[in-house]
């Protein structure tokens, strides 16, 4: 059966930077949501994000509302692989010279197992948020049904858009390659 990993900020390399929320040209916020839709974005602008805390820079970090930021090396590293189903949205970091990119992942695949994680609720219509009943509320040691993920090597979960789930054979070779800032739970 093959091994999928949830990709996470490895948020205590020391000396690291943290990232802030997209803004534009004119310092208004952009909406950070739109990145986990799993959908092709046309912005009208290259977002800046702002330090929160300076630090060196990562290959893979973070920036706020767990928006995945990657460098020109993350990048090489998926095209020698083929990768398709991602979009790399320049981006400019405050301070640093980049290039930087938004990883902006293109599929969502319906496959959280909810009785094998720890805890899987679901949004209900006692809950005054219409708009969200049939979603996942709150997903807790997420376990995914790798029978349903198909020939995807990274893709984010529905109704948990949390979730930026890779392949094994993705998560070894950011490893062979040395990428930093990345940490892998397994899923």
């Not at 990048?75 to 981006?91: A, M, P, T, W």
């Not at 990883?103 to 319906?110: G, H, K, Y």
Request: proline share 6%; charged share 25%.
């Amino acid at each position: 059966m093959p091994r999928y990993y949830d990709l996470r900020d490895a948020r205590q390399h020391p000396g690291r930077w943290h990232l802030g929320g997209p803004v534009d040209e004119r310092g208004e916020d952009i909406n950070p949501w739109q990145f986990f839709k799993g959908r092709r974005l046309e912005l009208e602008c290259v977002p800046l994000l702002p330090l929160d805390v300076p630090g060196h820079e990562l290959d893979f970090s973070w920036a706020a509302f767990s928006i995945p930021v990657v460098n020109s090396r993350f990048v090489r590293l998926f095209e020698c692989l083929g990768i398709q189903d991602v979009q790399f949205i320049s981006v400019q970091v405050e301070g640093h010279a980049g290039p930087f990119f938004i990883l902006n992942t293109l599929r969502t695949i319906r496959c959280i197992d909810d009785a094998r994680c720890e805890e899987a609720l679901y949004w209900q219509p006692e809950d005054g948020q219409p708009e969200k009943v049939g979603r996942y509320r709150s997903v807790v040691g997420m376990r995914i049904d790798p029978t349903k993920v198909g020939d995807a090597r990274i893709f984010r979960t529905w109704g948990w858009s949390q979730g930026l789930i890779i392949s094994e054979e993705l998560k070894q070779a950011m490893e062979q390659e040395g990428l930093t800032g990345t940490r892998f739970v397994e899923v």
